[in-house]
């Protein structure tokens, strides 16, 4: 990769003794779509939190579009192009669909009054909530949040998107539309990384699988090798990515899906 647009350089984060990032070192490219899986509690949604600014390491560098971000807070490097998706969606409750993703542009995108209605206008084009425009956040199910919540992440207009498990509960035509939104939105250029349990949705749309499990990788690589690593199956849920591999496609964990989410709708930094 001759210019990454996105580099962690012997990133180590610990809370207590639990230990969410050892000495990882990694890079993504632009234009790059990279999935990441792993067990819960395996530091995934923390690993964004490093990435994003919302957390700070206890050592290393990242890096991003070629400068050093590890000491910027999360709005600058979300000016500099770095979108995120909380796991827990995160909307002003109180404020429609168009003025969040209004806040997002200004506020996220730093852009001024007539580009961020393009931009909103454009990410709510793009995620399908056009009908919901003038909805209050707040009155919206738990699936359409998860929706604005990437079109939050798309008005900011970022060079690097930060899917936290936004296809969970989702059926079999949704996560098809939602994988077509990630390819658009990688087309005009925007690099990916998506955590997500629903595997067949990564699958689908990413061309590299990370396993991330206690803080450490334990694959990085093309997807269908990387599920098919003794270590990965190990970790992540072993019988269900044997199951994958016989039959092309899986959902890790099916029962944890949906609204109210089970078990890792708590998270979300
Ligand atoms: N702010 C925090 N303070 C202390 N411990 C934390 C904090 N945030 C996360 N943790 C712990 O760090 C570990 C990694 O959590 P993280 O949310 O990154 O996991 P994850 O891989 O995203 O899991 P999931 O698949 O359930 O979303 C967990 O043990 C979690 O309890
Ligand atoms: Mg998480």
């Known amino acids: ?40 509690g395996a530091g995934k949604t923390s690993l964004f939190g490093l990435i994003s600014g919302d957390l700070a390491p206890g050592a290393g560098q990242v890096r991003f579009a070629g400068r050093a971000v590890t000491r910027l807070d999360p709005a600058a ?32 995108g730093g852009l001024r009054r007539r580009p961020s209605y393009a931009a909103a206008a454009q990410a709510l084009e793009r995620t399908g909530m056009s009908a ?20 939050r992440a798309l008005a900011t207009q970022p060079t690097l998107l930060l899917l936290d498990e936004v296809a969970g509960g989702l059926t079999d035509p949704e996560v098809a539309e939602l994988v077509e939104i990630v390819r658009g939105v990688n087309a005009e250029g925007t690099a990916v990384i998506w955590i997500e349990h629903v595997v067949r949705a990564l699958t689908a749309v990413v061309t590299r699988l990370i ?12 997807p269908a090798r990387v599920l098919a690593e003794p270590a990965v199956r190990e970790v992540f849920l072993g019988s269900e990515v044997t199951a994958a591999l016989a039959g092309g496609s899986f959902e890790a964990s099916p029962e944890a899906e949906g609204d109210g989410a089970v078990g890792r709708e708590r998270g979300g930094p």
Do not use: H, W
């Open 1 to 40: 990769m001759t210019n990454p647009l996105l580099e962690l350089d012997n990133v180590t984060k610990r809370f207590g003794r639990v230990v969410i990032a050892e000495d990882l070192s990694f890079a993504v490219g632009s234009g790059e779509v990279v999935g990441i899986v792993g067990p819960n």
């Open 77 to 108: 490097r979300c000016r500099l192009g770095i979108g995120r998706t909380y796991q827990v969606p995160r909307p002003f409750p109180d404020m429609t669909v168009f003025e969040n993703l209004l806040v997002a542009a200004q506020q996220g």
């Open 132 to 151: 919901q425009a003038n909805v209050p956040a707040e009155r919206l199910g738990l699936l359409q949040r998860k929706r604005l919540e990437l079109a």
């Open 211 to 222: 396993c991330l499990s206690g803080g450490k990788f334990v694959g990085d690589g093309e």
